[in-house]
Every structure is written in C-alpha cells, then in structure tokens.
C-alpha cells in the first residue's frame, strides 16, 4: 500500500471513512445490550448514527470542551466541505454538522489515534444513553 497524507483529505472523504469507524462502536454496544433483533437493532441505532443524533452529539462536545483545536479543525473541514448529496429526513445544516463528526472520527482513524477514537465513541454512547440528546435538532 502507497502511503497518502490523510491530512490533505477533503472533509467529504474523511466523513465517508468515520461513518464506517464510527458505526462498529454503535453495533457492538447495541449487542452488549442484549438487542439481536435486526428490527430492533436499527431502530436503536438510529439514536446514534442519524445526522440529528451526531449534530447534537457535537453540540454537547463544545458544551462540554470535549474536542481539542485539531479534533476542531477536522470536524470543520468535513462541515465546511461542499457535498453534492443530502439527508432525507433532516435539514441541511443538521447534515452538514453530522457530516463534520464523521469527519472528525475518520481524520482520528488516519492519524493511529486509537485510545482517542475508542474515549470519544464510549463519550457518544454514553451522552446518547443518558439523554443528553433526546431533544436536540
């Protein structure tokens, strides 16, 4: 495999990878849970996957002083990046944070920041089972 500089990744190809870094964290807490049913298991993780879900994961994250300067920048790169695509469901700002936090776990996929990725998903989950953002938008 060649080496590539992830730091010149536009923030729509470091979302596309931090959707799929950040989805594995989300399953295997689900099945911790005890949820097996296919139905079931989709549904829950709607609560920490959809667009809204991760916008207000971000929300808290800057309440909370949560992410440092760079984690910042890579979060704003992939909010900032022009997308040609859309959600259904959810407006276009609400995509766009979300897209910024999938961003932000693929840049710390790409940088080797392991124990940082695995504390900034358990963070996530636990702000989700908390209802923290039950009411965010």
Same mark, same amino acid.
């Given at each position: 495999m060649t080496e590539f500089d992830y730091q010149q990744l536009n923030g729509i190809a470091l979302a596309y990878l931090g959707d799929a870094v950040y989805e594995p964290f989300i399953r295997?807490? /689900? /099945?911790?849970k005890g949820l097996t049913r296919p139905n079931k $298991?989709?549904?829950?993780? #709607?609560?920490? +996957?959809?667009? &809204?879900?991760q916008a207000a994961l971000i929300s808290l994250m800057e309440e909370d002083q949560v992410l440092n @300067? %760079? @984690?910042?920048?890579?979060? &704003?790169? !992939?909010?900032?990046? &022009?997308?040609?695509? =859309?959600?259904? =469901? #959810?407006? +276009?700002? #609400?995509?766009? +944070?979300? #897209?910024g936090f999938e961003?932000?776990? !693929?840049? $710390?996929? /790409?940088a080797g920041? %392991?124990?940082? $990725? &695995?504390e900034l998903a358990q963070w996530c989950i636990d702000q989700v089972e908390a209802g923290r953002t039950e009411h965010e938008d």
């Amino acid at each position: 495999m060649t080496e590539f500089d992830y730091q010149q990744l536009n923030g729509i190809a470091l979302a596309y990878l931090g959707d799929a870094v950040y989805e594995p964290f989300i399953r295997q807490h /689900l /099945l911790e849970k005890g949820l097996t049913r296919p139905n079931k $298991l989709q549904r829950a993780a #709607t609560h920490f +996957v959809s667009a &809204k879900a991760q916008a207000a994961l971000i929300s808290l994250m800057e309440e909370d002083q949560v992410l440092n @300067e %760079t @984690e910042w920048a890579y979060f &704003k790169r !992939g909010r900032n990046a &022009k997308s040609y695509t =859309h959600a259904k =469901h #959810t407006s +276009v700002l #609400t995509y766009r +944070v979300s #897209t910024g936090f999938e961003a932000l776990f !693929g840049y $710390l996929q /790409l940088a080797g920041e %392991t124990a940082r $990725l &695995k504390e900034l998903a358990q963070w996530c989950i636990d702000q989700v089972e908390a209802g923290r953002t039950e009411h965010e938008d």
